[in-house]
């Protein structure tokens, strides 16, 4: 064997872990050229989150009016009339009938005949004016949280001005905060509520999952179907180079969503951001990268373009549905809840939510920083083992 | 091993499926040799190619090309060797010089700006450099192909019918340019379907239902197949044709033109089946000629293979 030419020097890596910046860079600015080129997807990338935003904000921002409401009165005193009189002046319920008893109130909230129950139980008026703060009940169909979340809003409204004229002379103790009455709202259907504030933080994972997975989730199929696998495979590049240069580049991309989104969150919806900027930074760089190795797997998988579409389709359904942005996590069966936990945007969800609404920092997302990091981490590994680095 | 042979591969075996697509390959290359590669349609000469350069991975068999192992060191071999796709592999959507840019980088090349302007000089394709490569007529393109299997400067060219659909001039050219390599020391292989090409080669391996029928040095193949051949020419021919398809010794009748060439391996027989056409056809000339590769591929293609080696 002739000894003239050196070997590999140095460590000895597996092959397919070789590692030159020069090969990952050519592969790198290979991306970026065909994605500038590529003018159609490179605006859908742009374009989605944008659409997405106005659709769900159109949404958000309805001022549902004129929504069937039934009230079940266990109670006739002037106060109680008081309230029903500026329930039925009010443009935001209609209320469609005043049920006698608890029976006929639920049937008519399951049937949907009316999205709401006001309920005013017996002696209400007795034990207001006794400083008992007794309870006005309002059961929403939540499973639509934003016409719900209006609504509750206005019943208040509603029940403190009719009341106020009320409490005044004798009354006039009742006048004083807090209110001498509890409404206590029960969400039906949709117990965690989405709300608004809720739905724009977690667009922001379901934007990032769609298009990060999709546009990786053909890297490699494209290259073998338009037959250029064979000169990128007749080079000495490796695996581990191929994925980091493929998917690199549309890191970029998700970074001009995250922005827009961002932007928009703040300007159009108005939602604070509460927590640490920075821990949303390294949670979203980890989201990121997550979905790109998702999409890098089905890829390796995939034959065909339209394969590693169908393969990605696969991949939104349950990280719309079992994530916990359609439905409540918690109120999920244990293995919808199994699926969930393997999912990245679940936890993104997560830490999103604590971040932008509950003021979390990095101690506070721990807990789901570190299955992300596992995910993207089992992912990489899967595609780098996956890769064929022939054309068998 | 000896350090002067550049491809030595023995037993190579591939299937699809069930079907054997090749089958048994030897193959021993020395440096600096141009080695055609030949073989009808479908026959395993693409498939042997890219086992060779590590892009299918043999089922049995062993090797070393360039001194590194077929089996277990082919990003080395990858690295020294300049394989050339039969198909167009480079990127349609990226220009001409971001093909050549993008290869140079692959491969982690120094002065790799004044490369890629040598490459695009050479080429004549300077001008168009910012052309998109998917625009490129078909033998462009083959052309091009050829520039970025060579701007890495490998010892080994691989190169898959590099000159399908180029034109006369650019195939003159490129088989300059191939003697030059090799006399600078580069080894090449080469599959073609062109005569012409062929007989440019020091030796050729031709292959038949991925079996390796012949091995031997260009110049020995007439004789070793040792088939005779006679000119027909005038006229009628299309009848003189018909009664020589139907003559026993006739193994190949194959139309030149206004010309006609009767081949067969038992030359007294052919001899015979000839004279007897110009009896009947009286006008026709007959004239008695060296094989031609051309006479002796269509006779190995036509599946007259069963008698030698
Ligand atoms: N990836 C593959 N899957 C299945 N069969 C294949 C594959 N590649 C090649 N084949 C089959 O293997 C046989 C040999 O193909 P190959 O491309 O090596 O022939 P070739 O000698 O290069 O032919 P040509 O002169 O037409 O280029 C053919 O019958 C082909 O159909
Ligand atoms: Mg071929």
Same mark, same amino acid.
């Given at each position: 064997?002739?000894?003239?030419?050196? =070997?590999?020097?140095?460590?000895?890596?597996?092959?397919?872990?070789?590692?030159?910046?020069?090969?990952?860079?050519?592969?790198?600015?290979?991306?970026?050229?065909?994605?500038?080129?590529?003018?159609?997807?490179?605006?859908?990338?742009?374009?989605?989150?944008?659409?997405?935003?106005?659709?769900?904000?159109?949404?958000?921002?309805?001022?549902?009016?004129?929504?069937?409401?039934?009230?079940?009165?266990?109670?006739?005193?002037?106060?109680?009339?008081?309230?029903?009189?500026?329930?039925?002046?009010?443009?935001?319920?209609?209320?469609?009938?005043?049920?006698?008893?608890?029976?006929?109130?639920?049937?008519?909230?399951?049937?949907?005949?009316?999205?709401?129950?006001?309920?005013?139980?017996?002696?209400?008026?007795?034990?207001?004016?006794?400083?008992?703060?007794?309870?006005?009940?309002?059961?929403?169909?939540?499973?639509?949280?934003?016409?719900?979340?209006?609504?509750?809003?206005?019943?208040?409204?509603?029940?403190?001005?009719?009341?106020?004229?009320?409490?005044?002379?004798?009354?006039?103790?009742?006048?004083?905060?807090?209110?001498?009455?509890?409404?206590?709202?029960?969400?039906?259907?949709?117990?965690?509520?989405?709300?608004?504030?809720?739905?724009?933080?977690?667009?922001?994972?379901?934007?990032?999952?769609?298009?990060?997975?999709?546009?990786?989730?053909?890297?490699?199929?494209?290259?073998?179907?338009?037959?250029?696998?064979?000169?990128?495979?007749?080079?000495?590049?490796?695996?581990?180079?191929?994925?980091?240069?493929?998917?690199?580049?549309?890191?970029?991309?998700?970074?001009?969503?995250?922005?827009?989104?961002?932007?928009?969150?703040?300007?159009?919806?108005?939602?604070?951001?509460?927590?640490?900027?920075?821990?949303?930074?390294?949670?979203?760089?980890?989201?990121?990268?997550?979905?790109?190795?998702?999409?890098?797997?089905?890829?390796?998988?995939?034959?065909?373009?339209?394969?590693?579409?169908?393969?990605?389709?696969?991949?939104?359904?349950?990280?719309?549905?079992?994530?916990?942005?359609?439905?409540?996590?918690?109120?999920?069966?244990?293995?919808?809840?199994?699926?969930?936990?393997?999912?990245?945007?679940?936890?993104?969800?997560?830490?999103?939510?604590?971040?932008?609404?509950?003021?979390?920092?990095?101690?506070?997302?721990?807990?789901?920083?570190?299955?992300?990091t596992v995910i993207l981490l089992t992912l990489?590994?899967?595609?780098?083992?996956?890769?064929?680095?022939?054309?068998? | 091993?000896?350090?002067?042979?550049?491809?030595?591969?023995?037993?190579?075996?591939?299937?699809?499926?069930?079907?054997?697509?090749?089958?048994?390959?030897?193959?021993?290359?020395?440096?600096?040799?141009?080695?055609?590669?030949?073989?009808?349609?479908?026959?395993?000469?693409?498939?042997?190619?890219?086992?060779?350069?590590?892009?299918?991975?043999?089922?049995?068999?062993?090797g070393e090309v360039l001194g590194f192992d077929?089996?277990?060191?082919?990003? =080395?071999?990858?690295?020294?060797?300049?394989?050339?796709?039969?198909?167009?592999?480079?990127?349609?959507?990226?220009?001409?010089?971001?093909?050549?840019?993008?290869?140079?980088?692959?491969?982690?090349?120094?002065?790799?700006?004044?490369?890629?302007?040598?490459?695009?000089?050479?080429?004549?394709?300077?001008?168009?450099?910012?052309?998109?490569?998917?625009?490129?007529?078909?033998?462009?393109?083959?052309?091009?192909?050829?520039?970025?299997?060579?701007?890495?400067?490998?010892?080994?060219?691989?190169?898959?019918?590099?000159?399908?659909?180029?034109?006369?001039?650019?195939?003159?050219?490129?088989?300059?340019?191939? *003697?030059?390599?090799?006399?600078?020391?580069?080894?090449?292989?080469?599959?073609?379907?062109?005569?012409?090409?062929?007989?440019?080669?020091?030796?050729?391996?031709?292959?038949?239902?991925?079996?390796?029928?012949?091995?031997?040095?260009?110049?020995?193949?007439?004789?070793?197949?040792?088939?005779?051949?006679?000119?027909?020419?005038?006229?009628?021919?299309?009848?003189?044709?018909?009664?020589?398809?139907?003559?026993?010794?006739?193994?190949?009748?194959?139309?030149?033109?206004?010309?006609?060439?009767?081949?067969?391996?038992?030359?007294?027989?052919?001899? *015979?089946?000839?004279?007897?056409?110009?009896?009947?056809?009286?006008?026709?000339?007959?004239?008695?000629?060296?094989?031609?590769?051309?006479?002796?591929?269509?006779?190995?293609?036509?599946?007259?293979?069963?008698?030698?080696?």
């Open positions: 064997m002739s000894e003239s030419r050196p =070997r590999t020097a140095g460590l000895k890596l597996p092959s397919f872990l070789e590692l030159s910046w020069s090969r990952v860079f050519a592969v790198f600015l290979k991306e970026l050229v065909q994605m500038r080129r590529d003018r159609p997807t490179f605006a859908i990338m742009i374009m989605m989150p944008i659409m997405q935003l106005l659709l769900f904000g159109y949404a958000i921002n309805t001022d549902p009016r004129h929504l069937p409401a039934v009230v079940e009165l266990r109670e006739d005193g002037p106060m109680t009339r008081a309230f029903l009189a500026s329930l039925h002046a009010s443009t935001y319920i209609d209320i469609v009938a005043i049920a006698r008893g608890p029976d006929e109130a639920e049937a008519m909230l399951r049937s949907g005949e009316a999205t709401f129950l006001i309920s005013i139980p017996q002696g209400f008026e007795r034990r207001l004016v006794r400083g008992e703060r007794p309870q006005l009940l309002i059961a929403a169909d939540a499973s639509d949280p934003v016409a719900a979340g209006g609504v509750i809003g206005a019943v208040e409204r509603i029940a403190q001005s009719a009341f106020a004229p009320e409490f005044q002379g004798a009354l006039s103790y009742l006048a004083r905060p807090p209110p001498p009455y509890e409404i206590v709202v029960h969400r039906r259907y949709n117990p965690a509520g989405v709300s608004a504030f809720n739905i724009v933080p977690a667009l922001l994972g379901v934007i990032l999952t769609m298009t990060m997975v999709m546009i990786t989730s053909i890297a490699l199929t494209r290259e073998s179907e338009r037959g250029t696998m064979e000169t990128l495979l007749a080079t000495p590049i490796s695996p581990l180079e191929v994925m980091i240069g493929k998917t690199t580049p549309y890191i970029g991309v998700g970074a001009i969503q995250v922005a827009i989104v961002l932007v928009a969150a703040a300007l159009l919806f108005r939602i604070p951001f509460a927590g640490s900027f920075l821990a949303f930074l390294v949670a979203v760089t980890l989201f990121i990268f997550a979905n790109l190795m998702l999409g890098y797997l089905i890829s390796t998988a995939a034959r065909t373009q339209l394969q590693a579409m169908q393969m990605t389709f696969f991949i939104f359904l349950p990280s719309i549905l079992l994530s916990g942005f359609m439905f409540p996590f918690r109120a999920m069966p244990d293995w919808a809840q199994a699926i969930g936990t393997a999912l990245p945007i679940t936890h993104f969800l997560r830490i999103v939510r604590e971040i932008m609404l509950k003021g979390a920092g990095f101690a506070d997302i721990v807990g789901d920083l570190l299955p992300l990489a590994t899967l595609a780098l083992l996956r890769f064929r680095r022939t054309l068998d | 091993m000896s350090d002067d042979i550049v491809i030595d591969v023995r037993g190579l075996t591939k299937s699809f499926g069930d079907r054997k697509v090749v089958d048994d390959f030897d193959l021993k290359v020395p440096r600096g040799a141009i080695y055609g590669f030949l073989g009808p349609n479908g026959s395993g000469k693409t498939t042997t190619i890219r086992m060779v350069c590590g892009l299918l991975k043999p089922e049995s068999g062993a077929v089996l277990t060191e082919s990003p =080395r071999i990858k690295e020294r060797v300049g394989y050339m796709t039969q198909k167009f592999s480079l990127y349609e959507d990226l220009s001409i010089r971001e093909n050549l840019e993008f290869i140079a980088r692959l491969y982690g090349l120094d002065r790799r700006a004044e490369r890629v302007d040598q490459a695009l000089v050479d080429l004549g394709l300077a001008e168009r450099q910012g052309q998109l490569a998917g625009k490129l007529s078909g033998g462009w393109k083959q052309r091009l192909a050829l520039a970025a299997c060579m701007i890495h400067e490998p010892e080994l060219l691989l190169l898959d019918e590099p000159t399908a659909g180029v034109d006369p001039k650019a195939r003159r050219d490129f088989w300059d340019q191939i *003697r030059r390599y090799s006399a600078q020391g580069v080894t090449t292989l080469v599959s073609t379907h062109y005569m012409d090409e062929a007989v440019q080669c020091d030796s050729i391996a031709y292959i038949a239902y991925g079996k390796k029928l012949i091995d031997s040095p260009t110049a020995d193949i007439p004789s070793r197949i040792g088939l005779s051949c006679w000119r027909i020419a005038g006229r009628p021919l299309m009848q003189a044709q018909e009664l020589l398809e139907q003559s026993k010794g006739v193994d190949l009748v194959a139309r030149f033109g206004a010309e006609m060439h009767a081949c067969g391996k038992d030359a007294a027989a052919l001899e *015979r089946a000839v004279r007897a056409v110009k009896q009947a056809q009286p006008h026709v000339d007959i004239e008695r000629i060296e094989a031609g590769f051309e006479e002796i591929f269509i006779y190995l293609m036509s599946g007259s293979i069963d008698n030698f080696q």
